[in-house]
């Protein structure tokens, strides 16, 4: 006979505690076939009204863990950091950090999910590169870790199906919006990878999942405690989204971005994050003190290495490495380019980047749906962030458009999106505080 | 496009009130097969957390009533009555309240449903009875009304499909346990028959569903605000369900002890009730003084009139009309019959009613799925009720079993369920208390 979940979603139910080995049976028998939709939908907005406690959390993240096989990183000789953000606008720092540690010594693997909704997935970003290979075996994965020190590649369905399987279910039922479910979910697929420390860049913000700090430095403590029950390293970032992090929303006007960051040309939050997230894995994992690993960092962008790892990256993975030197020759762009201007004198007093990030996908950027088409070159680039001193008419940024209509529409959303104001703004810290769990 | 359900989920998973527009659209999708299980599920254990207003709970009931036909008895020239239990054990008054009411004037029709857990169905009772045919068209009902004043079938999937869909669902998801969500399934059914009066008999004790009286009378008032919404004539009454109504637990035992009961041969509190609830259909429909309705009533009973009608009533559904002058050689019988002796001497102090329809339902009695067989022979006797005086090794009733071990373990089950207290003790009263909504 199989075992009926009906005990275990009642004791969820009613506001109790559920017993690990039934957490492991829920799990594995939603991954197997003998649990239906049905129960798994009433027992996953249980636990999103009642909560699940510390050690119900960690048994449903191993529980993930166990669905499926472990990426072991066997013979990588340098430390390797795993990064992951909980999503937020312009957010290509995966792009920068992966090569970025590399040419510190360190490897970086990153296994990494498309976009849906307001925001953008590393992967959707990377394939814009032409010929660009994200579906990397486990072996693969491997080799080019050891090889090169910096491997991003989609998320497989040999590691952690149950964390696919159970998110297209919270998808549809309304019962995404969970610090434990969510935690369980992103830990899942860090431990499922034998990283030597997990990098947590928890956003904060109008553009992110979490829309104030306290909210999100509770995600990252639930993060930080399963990584502690699993004896393993991680320490976390809460930092900022409450306007879009780099300038570029859009895949392949990301990856542009992201280049000119890794060339050393380029200023601002989003090469200054990932200088601060790449100096942590250095001192972390390499003993190296803060001040000496920002200038390494910083250095590795301006003197080059970076660069090369990432073209080497690219290059390892069937991509054209044209694209380090000369984005706009390789990367696809849009037929429309709408240039953007300040409606008013004044200071950028505030950018709403969800808003910003929903204009994105209208112009089709990004998905409604998992599985829907994107198209890579179009979006939007915005240029002041909040605190500019902004002219009448300044040009300000630009769309790129497949087509007039929505060009005007994304216009007009992003004329909407932004406030301009009189007097000074400020913008709020770009990291709010650093999270570590000392056992 | 088809409706996204996922913002309804979310207002009530966040405990809001969800717009009568989105319940329809809910009901109605999940109905058409446009909402999948996750979903409805996902809302269903939502609405159990959180409770639905009364005015959710109306549109539900409603929304239910709108997924099939109404059978609106054209032409039936007496008042209808039609009388629901929330479920209890040995619990056959509808078995006997049909015959009666239609021996008084009035015409009882009533839609039954199958036993599921540890309480009996009517429709498993009335189909022991050779040849005795429940599945009746909607036409064929109303004939039968109009021809011979009582109807017993079964639900048909014509009227309220909406709630055997989602029942089946609350079933697998632990999502049973709601007022509003019982108050909507039970009244659905009886919105969707077009009676002049709906009494309900809500169950309160050890053997029912609501173990107090206080939550017992909760539903009934849920009930009956439903019904004021729908200008709809009901009473309610709570009724005591701390131990088995009648004697008999099992199909084809509780048709003889209700055949007794109709042939004015059988005191207790099953013909009590039954003429307490058939008592007040009279005073509601036909104005008749409450002291002259009993007495009407049980001379109904004593005199044969009820009896008669039953008897019509069985003939119309071309079940074997012997069974009510000779239920013995009619009805299935068990190869095995046990006695059962008190275990010592002692006032029956308790009796677990819900343990005892558990050890019915393990001779075979009743259903743990949907679907599964019953045996209709097996079940448990057993005459003394709390208060009584029992001597020790005093016979105090029977099991009827299919095989030798099965009546070992319901006897071993019943000496668990009962308990024999020096001392006095008093049952609870048979009625506690009748509820009424006053417009």
Redesign the interface.
């Known amino acids: 006979v199989t075992w009926d979940p009906?005990?275990s979603?009642?004791t969820k139910?009613d506001g109790g505690t559920v017993a690990p080995d039934e957490l492991r049976r829920l799990i594995a028998g939603y991954v197997d076939g003998t649990i239906?939709?049905?129960?798994?939908?009433?027992?996953?907005?249980?636990c999103?009204?009642?909560g699940l406690n510390d050690d119900e959390t960690s048994t449903m993240t191993q529980a993930f863990v166990d669905s499926g096989t472990t990426l072991l990183l066997d013979d990588v000789d340098r430390p390797v950091v795993d990064k992951h953000s909980t999503g937020g606008v312009s957010d290509g720092v995966s792009l920068i950090f992966a090569p970025l540690v590399a040419a510190l010594g360190l490897a970086c693997v990153k296994l990494a999910g498309r976009g849906l909704g307001h925001t953008g997935g590393t992967v959707d970003k990377l394939e814009s590169i032409p010929g660009m290979r994200l579906d990397r075996s486990l072996d693969e994965i491997t080799a080019q870790a050891r090889a090169i020190g910096c491997v991003i590649a989609s998320q497989t369905d040999e590691l952690v199906p149950a964390d696919g399987a159970i998110y297209a279910?919270r998808d549809?039922?309304?019962?995404v919006r969970s610090v434990p479910l969510i935690a369980a979910s992103v830990m899942a697929k860090k431990l499922a990878v034998r990283s030597d420390l997990i990098l947590l860049d928890v956003k904060a913000g109008s553009g992110a999942f979490m829309r104030d700090t306290d909210e999100a430095a509770v995600l990252a403590r639930t993060c930080l405690a399963i990584a502690r029950d699993h004896d393993r390293r991680a320490v976390a970032a809460v930092t900022d989204m409450s306007q879009p992090l780099g300038d570029a929303i859009g895949n392949a006007l990301e990856v542009s971005e992201a280049v000119a960051v890794l060339n050393g040309g380029r200023a601002g939050r989003l090469r200054d994050l990932s200088v601060e997230l790449a100096a942590r894995a250095l001192c972390t994992l390499a003993d190296v003190e803060p001040s000496a690993a920002r200038s390494r960092a910083a250095a590795a962008l301006d003197g080059g290495t970076a660069a090369d790892a990432f073209r080497r990256m690219v290059e390892a993975q069937d991509g054209d490495r044209r694209v380090v030197d000369d984005p706009d020759a390789v990367l696809p762009r849009a037929p429309i380019t709408r240039p953007l201007s300040a409606h008013r004198a004044g200071t950028l007093g505030a950018v709403d980047a969800a808003a910003l990030g929903e204009a994105a996908r209208a112009l089709g950027a990004g998905r409604s749906e998992p599985g829907d088409p994107i198209d890579p070159a179009v979006g939007i680039v915005l240029t002041p962030k909040v605190g500019d001193r902004l002219e009448d008419g300044q040009p300000i940024g630009w769309i790129h458009a497949r087509e007039e209509g929505a060009a005007r529409a994304a216009d007009r959303a992003v004329a909407e999106a932004i406030s301009i104001v009189d007097g000074a703004a400020t913008a709020p810290a770009l990291v709010h505080r650093w999270l570590e769990e000392v056992s």
Request: net charge negative; glycine share 8%.
């Open positions: 009906r005990g979603i009642e139910r239906d939709e049905g129960p798994m939908a009433a027992f996953l907005m249980a999103v009204i009642h279910l549809a039922t309304a019962t």
